[in-house]
């Protein structure tokens, strides 16, 4: 059978303590519940489910040069250690975040949860890099089903406006942080210990979260989800994910075996063959994995494809920094991770309230669009540089750019997206979003390392020193991922202005207010955003190899951020 009928789910308790009055003026007016102990207690678990997770996609980056003297192996050999987490990370984000949307988000968690730190307990103990890169794969995947329901449950457990804005700002800042704090966590515990522990670390943080939800996460409560007569389309759920998994492959192997390759080109191929057949299925299921309500949000996918551009020119930002800050400058790995923190703490402050007050203030059309310009002016002005760059004050200034622009941008890009996702779909809607991104990451950073390299080349030959090649090969990348920020503009300004959105059926203002033509400004909010999705999740595909100028240089453990 393609359809396996799932559990009902009892209404959602927080749901029912949500009262909605009406105002003198007759208007609906939002009364919040009273403070609830246990839904913050639930959102500390999954909060710090979710950091667990992002400190593993940049974590393995700095540990590559030690996993490698330890093995004896070549950096070729260690790529799937990186690759292998992307592909089943990226491949099962959609059919996870529906999963949660039809059999609860809380089994899903505490299986995600407990999958991922008995994977973690695997790599720790991995004597080759043939049972690494197994347990990688298991990591990915239980990430995925994880990560996926961190969102909903946000959603589901905070109804209140004001309470859900304050929950999402933490996660954003524990997403975003995440990242940055991996590279600076993996050094330390590569230098001072062994890199074994960077997945040793895993396994309280994982009992924690598992403990903690198993108590705090209710049955039959918003956190659950498990809609009424649902059913899992398993047909469906295979064809997309089996695409999706094929379809990453072939990028990430793009990078090393060139985009015209009989192997890019022929598993690209198998990818469009399978994509093409889970649409023909969809168009026949009773009860498809993606409804076509959801496919009928203009403002989803606009803004799903706006965050896409997005991610891949700051995933160009964070890879060619972190090339820079190591092979030119010089710097370890405690201090690359370090260099990221400014843009870190940048985008905690915009996440953690100032973004929501200037989204209020001028619409949440302006603050994206300002955001988007802003990082663009910092790409730019980290192209400008040269060999002779130091940190201070250029690239610095550079970090905080990008960390204003990017924590504006996505918090406003938040509300246009994702206004009218109905709660039913929480799930759903954030695993398109992820996806979106994930494989824009892969496509952009394959893109821009074979651009970066061939140009690398050139100047080599042309007789420029190793550095100078180098750097050039990375301001040629910069530019097309400056080209990525500017497309996403123009993205923006086309299909997410209020009135565009009014005028194809979508909500004229996400925010609940009325919308001001001219600028998308909104007054005073109602409801927030049924839900928001992921952040960009750093992904890893390896560039090219390195030109013969620049073929005996240390191995670039950042090669990628996984």
């Known amino acids: 059978m393609s359809e396996i009928e799932t559990d009902v789910a009892s209404p959602s308790t927080d749901a029912r303590k949500h009262v909605t009055a009406h105002g003198a003026a007759g208007g609906p007016v939002t009364v919040a519940a009273g403070f609830d102990r246990r839904r913050w207690l639930a959102l500390v678990v999954v909060l710090l489910a979710q950091l667990m997770v992002m400190l593993d996609t940049t974590v393995v980056n700095v540990a590559l040069p030690a996993i490698q003297t330890d093995f004896e192996v070549s950096q070729a050999d260690l790529t799937w250690a990186l690759n292998g987490y992307l592909i089943s990370y990226g491949s099962l984000l959609l059919v996870a975040g529906r999963l949660g949307d039809l059999i609860g988000r809380r089994k899903l968690f505490l299986g995600g949860i407990a999958v991922f730190t008995a994977a973690s307990v695997a790599c720790a103990l991995a004597g080759s890099v043939p049972a690494l890169v197994a347990a990688r794969f298991v990591q990915g995947a239980g990430g995925a089903f994880a990560s996926s329901s961190v969102l909903a449950i946000i959603v589901a457990e905070f109804v209140d406006p004001a309470e859900r804005a304050r929950a999402i700002g933490r996660y954003m800042l524990v997403s975003i942080g995440g990242g940055s704090l991996g590279l600076l966590l993996g050094g330390v515990l590569t230098q001072t210990l062994d890199w074994h522990w960077i997945f040793a670390i895993n396994i309280p943080i994982g009992a924690v979260a598992f403990l903690g939800a198993a108590v705090l996460l209710e049955r039959g409560s918003g956190a659950d989800g498990a809609q009424r007569r649902g059913r899992v389309d398993a047909m469906g759920a295979a064809l997309v994910t089996v695409a999706l998994l094929v379809g990453i492959y072939a990028i990430v192997r793009a990078a090393e075996v060139g985009w015209a390759s009989a192997t890019t080109l022929g598993t690209g191929a198998v990818a469009l063959v399978l994509l093409a057949a889970f649409a023909g299925w969809e168009a026949r299921a009773a009860d498809p994995m993606i409804p ?271």
Request: net charge neutral.
């Open 292 to 562: 076509p309500r959801v496919l009928r949000q203009r403002s989803l996918l606009a803004g799903s494809a706006v965050r896409a551009v997005m991610a891949a020119g700051m995933y160009g930002y964070l890879f060619f920094g972190t090339i820079y800050l190591q092979q030119v400058l010089g710097y370890d790995a405690i201090a690359t991770g370090a260099a990221f923190l400014p843009q870190t703490a940048v985008v905690g402050a915009m996440s953690l309230g100032l973004a929501t007050w200037l989204t209020a203030r001028f619409g949440p059309y302006r603050v994206l669009i300002t955001g988007m310009v802003i990082m663009l002016v910092g790409l730019a002005l980290f192209a400008g540089g040269g060999v002779g760059t130091e940190y201070v004050p250029r690239l610095l200034v550079v970090s905080l750019l990008l960390g204003a622009g990017g924590g504006g941008a996505f918090v406003s890009l938040t509300t246009l997206a994702l206004a009218d996702v109905p709660p039913a779909d929480a799930g759903l809607a954030s695993g398109i979003v992820n996806v979106t991104m994930q494989v824009s990451g892969a496509i952009g950073l394959a893109v821009f390392g074979t651009v970066a390299a061939g140009r690398s080349a050139e100047l080599a030959r042309d007789g420029h020193s190793a550095d100078e090649a180098l750097v050039g090969g990375n301001r040629l990348g910069l530019l097309v991922a400056c080209g990525c920020v500017a497309a996403g503009i123009v993205l923006a300004a086309v299909s997410l202005r209020p009135r565009r959105l009014a005028l194809a059926g979508g909500a004229p203002d996400p925010a609940g207010g009325a919308p001001d033509p001219a600028d998308g400004a909104t007054v005073a909010p109602v409801e927030a955003p049924a839900a928001t999705p992921d952040v960009p999740h750093p992904v890893t595909v390896p560039p090219p190899s390195p030109s013969p100028t620049n073929a005996d240089r240390a191995p670039r453990p950042a090669d990628g951020l996984a």
